[in-house]
């Protein structure tokens, strides 16, 4: 940490523990004040018995504390199991967007984007983005997924801020009004409305952050909100936000996948031991990110006595621009110079090595070897073997188990890359409620869409096939105490050319764009029957109808010819880093020379234009048909669904079914009939039923059970595949290739426009105990049976893994996706909150919450190198999830300290069995605010207090293969906000 950083917070906290004691005066009058203007819509109902809201249970309440409580209220009331976090909590913890504020509820874990830290998407109960549902006041949102991760469905929450929101609430078990495509569960973000505060409202908060890393990087974020009751039957509430967020991060990490060090055969196999792989390569980078949030949420309502009406609107927007400087270093054996000597067993691993077994030298064939023709192939024929008898090339010293790690060359490279994500999320709903006795009829119209959009991706690097360079027949990776921290081992000479930019040939410049887009139309209505004084309480049906359009475009944005070395781009650099990591990475180990990303955007332009010395125009944008695709889905739905009482008892109980036509338009690459889109239609139809039962077992004790079942559409990766044909192209093998009209048809590569969705059985069971209003207490166990499970096509192993190869009626072979196989999943969620009211003053302010979800997930693979019946835990889904919160509030005053711990989890399935894993993280949170006026507080707060990295990607579950390694730094934010 610098100087500057060092005062700045030393200064930030200083400010306000000394702050404003001429304030310091009955701040309990002006909290209730406050607190009486600005009511929650889920205490309405207990406010009105009781006027005074911010006294409940004897006990003083006030931001976190209101929170809590409205929070344990949510969860009691809820008909299945469910968690909440309101508008008080998030607003207290440093929460960078919604994901990182739902992250804090039990069983949801963040999967983290690498480069800004930020928590990117959610995973329910071991189940990812793509599995569960996401609403808007009970609004199905639409999503597209993550397209750079190779799944399309799904809501990245990251590009939601956290304010405009009232609460999250996590349904974790579904009942048939509900959509039923959520095995993990359902997202609903409640928005605001009039009736929520007092009849005439305004609020606003600013909020300035530094992030202590390498230049010290400064934000910005602001948000405004506006209640009008212009009766007791109308009101309009809106609400606007903008942030600017600037990271920066420093990478290090392995380049390439590690290898084994003797010689294999395929890559397919699980017989190795990824413990003794050595690394290929090593890549250092940094890089600055801004992330820039706005947008603005909307509700115009209207309560008669009979009928009510809301139009309801959210739009945000989501724009990520990240580049980095990157050195890259990676062994390889492709040229003449990685020739190998070929065994004729290639199972015998006892064979001397090469360099021990030479004998002689001959001036026209080489070294001469001791190996007879029996063992090395003797390609001359000439009864020898020597240097003339070499083959193909490789990384070892042999082509044959007797072969050993040994390549003769690396690539040495220096990368400029990154570019600019745009995402959108809207949603416009008309609906309303009408009763006619003891009836009531609910009903809404939405439109929806989502976009996540690469605006430009760039990819610039200079660099050298550095075979025998300097006299290095390789680069040597090692770590040094931490495992995270590897460095490059050359000999003197290739250490100082390293940091030569006269050594780094300007090699290429290419920029792509692409994305992903859905639209999302859907209707539904709610009818409810409630008689009079029956053991039968509600007869519920309903319908919906919802039409998804989405698709997928990706190409060419341009391609740049540079020219000479990157010494000649000096004109474009930044200023050097020399130092990295806390000092670890300094002289010769330094990054040094970087592009300075403004300087080379306008050098781009000037390309494109005709007027660069460095760069020339040789491609400009082009659309990747193969990569293109458009897959519309249509969902019909009806449900009914009953509540019985009796005693303590209530049993709710139903069916849900889900008819789903799919038209999918994907490419085609046919040599003979051309290439075009081809177009697929296909369905399927699910039944989910479901029981609940929830019984008071005490006033204050809740007992809950259910067991109902839910679907997973199936993935549209896999589904929208480019569609390849092969052909013999010599079918009289005379050596010549026939005219196309002769061409014989021998295969087909494509995609599954019939894979079946993944179903589940879910189990779920739960105790819950409430001391009054000041604590909550909860067990809940869980397990889910899954059939059809697929992983999700992140990788090209992956998704080759799961191909099915089968011979049409033709005859024809015909290879494409299958479905999936076996899974389950079950945990335990311990969740207890409390305020500690009873101790004496001032610790009566003091309160704790406290989370943690143990789980284990295990998966048929499904990959046919896979033995049968092998199985790896889920993606995304760590072992064990932990949240700490410990709070004090008194006159005016509040403190937060919160501890985030998430487990390990698999993150992807790659060659040799050697799965990449990310590793667990420790995050601390702290919170300090002053209340200087009733209509003004000032808060400090701290993310990532610990400076703990963000990152931590490893080859295997250990943390001693390290593959990509993060750290982001320290934030300090501090915010005023201000009420009417």
Not at 75 to 103: C, F, H, Q, W, Y
Not at 513 to 527: C, D, I, P, R, S
Not at 749 to 768: C, F, H, R, W
Not at 811 to 819: A, D, L, Q, T
């Amino acid at each position: 940490m610098n100087i500057k950083s060092r005062y700045l917070a030393a200064a930030g906290s200083l400010a306000l523990v000394a702050a404003f004691p001429q304030w310091a005066v009955a701040q309990s009058q002006s909290q209730s004040q406050s607190q009486s203007q600005s009511r929650s819509a889920s205490t309405e109902a207990e406010e009105v018995a009781q006027p005074n809201p911010a006294v409940l249970d004897d006990v003083v309440v006030t931001g976190y504390l209101q929170g809590l409580r409205r929070s344990i209220d949510e969860k009691r009331k809820n008909d299945m199991i469910s968690d909440s976090v309101s508008a008080d909590d998030m607003g207290k913890l440093p929460s960078s967007n919604l994901t990182e504020a739902a992250s804090r509820i039990p069983g949801v874990s963040a999967v983290r984007n690498h480069f800004t830290g930020e928590g990117d998407r959610v995973v329910i109960r071991g189940m990812a983005t793509e599995y569960n549902a996401y609403a808007v006041n009970g609004v199905r949102m639409g999503g597209t997924g993550s397209p750079n991760d190779n799944f399309f469905r799904g809501v990245r929450l990251s590009f939601l801020p956290t304010s405009g929101v009232d609460a999250i609430t996590v349904y974790k078990s579904l009942l048939p009004y509900m959509d039923g495509d959520a095995i993990g569960g359902t997202i609903d973000i409640k928005t605001p409305t009039a009736f929520d505060y007092a009849p005439t409202y305004a609020a606003g908060s600013i909020e300035g952050t530094l992030l202590q890393q390498r230049e010290d990087r400064t934000s910005w974020a602001a948000d405004v909100a506006f209640g009008k009751q212009f009766s007791d039957r109308l009101g309009l509430y809106v609400t606007g936000n903008y942030s600017e967020r600037g990271s920066q991060f420093e990478q290090i990490g392995n380049s390439g996948d590690n290898m084994p060090r003797t010689w294999y055969s395929t890559t397919a196999s699980l017989d190795f031991d990824p413990k003794t792989f050595v690394s290929r390569g090593l890549e250092m980078s940094t890089g600055d990110t801004d992330v820039t949030r706005w947008g603005f949420n909307g509700s115009l309502d209207y309560r008669g006595d009979n009928h009510s009406f809301h139009l309801r609107g959210q739009y945000n927007e989501y724009e990520e621009t990240q580049f980095r400087n990157r050195l890259n270093f990676r062994n390889e054996g492709g040229t003449k110079v990685s020739a190998r000597l070929e065994q004729m067993d290639r199972t015998r691993g006892d064979l001397v090595q090469p360099a021990d077994a030479v004998v002689g030298y001959d001036p026209k064939l080489g070294a001469i070897y001791n190996y007879t023709p029996a063992q090395i192939v003797d390609r001359d024929k000439d009864g020898k073997i020597t240097d003339a008898d070499k083959g193909a090339a490789g990384f070892y010293s042999l082509n044959g188990a007797s072969g050993a790690w040994d390549p003769k060359g690396f690539r040495l490279r220096r990368y400029w890359e990154g570019g600019t994500t745009e995402g959108v999320l809207q949603l416009i709903n008309l609906g309303g409620e009408s009763r006619f006795g003891a009836f009531t009829l609910d009903y809404d119209a939405s439109h929806s869409e989502s976009e996540d959009n690469i605006i430009d991706s760039y990819d610039m690097y200079f660099g050298r096939n550095a075979y025998l360079w300097k006299g290095n027949e390789g680069v040597e990776i090692v770590s040094q105490d931490d495992p995270q921290y590897l460095k490059w081992v050359l000999n003197p000479a290739g250490m100082a050319a390293v940091q030569d930019l006269k050594e780094y040939t300007a090699s290429g410049l290419s920029g792509e764009y692409g994305g992903a887009k859905e639209t999302l139309n859907q209707a539904q209505f709610n009818l409810r029957y409630e008689p009079a004084g029956s053991w039968l309480q509600e007869v519920r049906v309903g319908a919906k109808y919802y039409k998804s359009e989405r698709e997928r475009r990706q190409g060419t944005l341009i391609d740049l010819a540079p020219t000479g070395t990157m010494a000649d781009y000096s004109a474009l650099f930044g200023e050097p880093v020399t130092d990295m990591f806390d000092g670890r990475y300094t002289g010769l180990y330094q990054l040094g020379a970087v592009i300075d990303t403004d300087k080379m955007m306008a050098e781009i332009d000037r390309a494109k234009a005709g007027n660069s010395t460095l760069l020339a125009l040789k491609e400009t944008e082009s659309l990747d048909y193969a990569s293109t695709w458009f897959y519309d889905e249509q969902v019909v739905s009806a449900y009914v669904m009953g509540t019985a009482r009796f005693g303590a008892a209530e049993i709710i109980a139903g069916v849900r079914m889900e008819d789903t036509d799919n038209e999918i338009r994907a490419w085609t690459e046919d040599p003979v009939r051309g290439e075009d889109y081809a177009l697929d239609n296909t369905g399927f139809t699910n039944w989910l039923p479901s029981v609940h039962l929830n019984y008071d077992l005490t006033p204050s004790a809740k007992l809950r059970a259910a067991i109902w079942t839910s679907v997973s559409r199936p993935d549209i990766n896999r589904m929208t595949s480019v569609k390849e044909y092969s052909y013999d192209q010599d079918p009289d093998g005379d050596g010549k290739t026939n005219p196309t009209t002769e061409w014989v048809l021998t295969g087909i590569v494509q995609g599954n426009p019939g894979l079946k969705p993944m179903t589940s059985i879910n189990y779920d069971l739960s105790a819950e105990y409430y001391n009054g209003r000041t604590g909550a207490y909860s067990v809940a166990l869980f397990y889910k049976d899954l059939d059809k499970f697929l992983y999700r096509s992140s990788s090209s192993v992956i998704r080759d893994g799961t191909l099915g190869e089968f011979d049409d009626p033709s005859g024809i072979s015909v290879s494409m996706p299958m479905n999936g196989r076996k899974a389950e999943i079950h945990g335990v969620e311990f969740n207890a909150r409390q305020q500690l009211h009873w101790l004496p003053a001032p610790f009566d302010g003091l309160g704790v919450a406290l989370n943690a979800t143990i789980q284990r997930s295990s998966a048929e693979t499904g990959l046919s190198w896979h033995p049968q019946g092998y199985t790896l835990p889920f993606m995304e889904t760590p072992d064990h999830i932990v949240n700490l919160e410990l709070f004090w509030e008194r006159n005016g005053w509040e403190a937060y300290v919160a501890y985030n711990y998430q487990d390990k989890s698999l993150e992807d399935i790659e060659d040799f069995g050697n799965d990449p894993y990310e590793q667990d993280y420790h995050f601390v949170d702290l919170m300090m605010r002053r209340q200087i006026t009733p209509n003004l507080t000032a808060t400090f707060k701290v993310q990532n207090l610990l400076d703990s990295y963000t990152y931590y990607y490893t080859f295997g579950s250990g943390k001693g293969g390290v593959r990509d390694y993060i750290e982001n730094g320290r934030y300090l934010s501090l915010n005023l906000n201000w009420r009417l």
